[in-house]
């Protein structure tokens, strides 16, 4: 202070001798002070850049969990009225799935900012280390329910599709029923029964088909358990 060092600079004018003792002392004490003020300047740095990073470590934490509580939402059940809808539904989700890849990289980028905060020492640790574990565990929790859902929409529309290849062969099998009308006369029957060696050749052509189709429809679920999956 000002105060301390008048009587010495007052005496140093004077032409007098400065006391070696209380310079060395002066000298000490301003060392002292200086390494004090940097100490308290690089301690109140680190601490602004640590505030810095935390408030940028949460908004992004914050941002990650609102964004995980849409993904959330859209994993919700919907009911499904036919097979467009089902398709619908399949192309939406993909969307989803692809949203929660994104989140994905994200999570992992700033639960790694957080163990790098934590590992330099940062005063707000604690709370750094329960956020990383908490959105870690909101993450994870949305893993197997987009998985399950996926299946159950996938299961669903190979019902779908099995109605509809059925509605298809029904249709098919109606347009092939041989009517009654029996020949009159030699060219009627002539020309029916070419009509019908071609129909017999027809559903020869086509039994593979039908075969299969039954085939399949022993692999689809119950239309209860479609129903639940649903």
């Not at 809808?85 to 992992?108: F, G, Y």
Request: negative net charge; hydrophobic residues 30%.
């Amino acid at each position: 202070p000002r105060s301390t060092l008048f009587p010495y600079t007052t005496l140093f004018r004077s032409g007098q001798k400065l006391d070696d003792k209380r310079a060395d002392e002066l000298l000490r004490k301003l060392n002292e002070a200086w390494e004090t003020l940097r100490e308290m300047s690089d301690e109140k740095g680190n601490k602004l850049r640590q505030a810095e990073a935390q408030h940028g470590y949460f908004k992004t934490v914050d941002n990650l969990k609102t964004k995980m509580d849409e993904i959330e939402a859209g994993l919700a059940e919907k009911p499904i009225s036919d097979r467009r809808n089902c398709k619908d539904q399949l192309k939406k989700h993909a969307t989803l799935e692809s949203e929660l890849a994104h989140t994905d990289s994200k999570v992992q980028d700033v639960i790694h900012t957080g163990d790098e905060m934590v590992y330099e020492g940062h005063f707000d640790a604690d709370n750094i280390k329960k956020q990383n574990q908490e959105l870690k565990d909101k993450f994870d929790r949305l893993k197997k329910p987009t998985g399950d859902k996926k299946a159950a929409l996938e299961e669903t529309l190979r019902y779908y599709d099995f109605l509809f290849e059925v509605d298809g062969q029904l249709q098919w099998i109606q347009e092939h029923c041989p009517t009654s009308e029996l020949p009159q006369d030699m060219y009627t029957a002539q020309s029916l029964n070419k009509k019908q060696k071609k129909l017999d050749s027809d559903i020869a052509g086509h039994e593979p088909v039908i075969l299969a189709l039954l085939e399949k429809g022993k692999q689809i679920p119950e239309k209860k358990e479609v129903k639940s999956l649903i």
